[in-house]
């Protein structure tokens, strides 16, 4: 009996709980791309318009680089431009981390094994 009860309760409160659950709202804090390395366009700057162009014919991607922006290799933090001097110089992975609507750059990360 005791069982029966405590089953009916947890039915019961799941059941009104799930109304809450639907109601709550998804917010995109960051987003990101992964791409090579050679399809970034980083301005000299440092500040100013990133574009990835993956391809000729793919619609070319824009964003926001700002003073906030962060570049590091691996866990390793470096300057816009150091990334933009590896970028260049490297075939490796590249990851664009940005905020949705804005689309400013958080973070850039290249992945370059054995980087120092």
Known sequence: MIRM????LLATALS??????????????EASYEVSAA????????????RVETCDDCTKLRFKLTSATRAFVGEQAISI???????MANMAPAYVF?????FDVTSLILDIPGFN
Do not use: H, M
């Open 5 to 8: 009860i405590a089953t009916l």
């Open 16 to 29: 009104l709980s799930a109304p809450l659950a639907a109601a709550a709202k998804y917010v995109e804090l």
């Open 39 to 50: 399809d970034l366009r980083i301005p000299r700057r440092g500040v100013g318009t990133l």
């Open 81 to 87: 431009k150091q990334f933009r001097n590896l970028a």
């Open 98 to 102: 940005y905020k949705p609507g804005t």
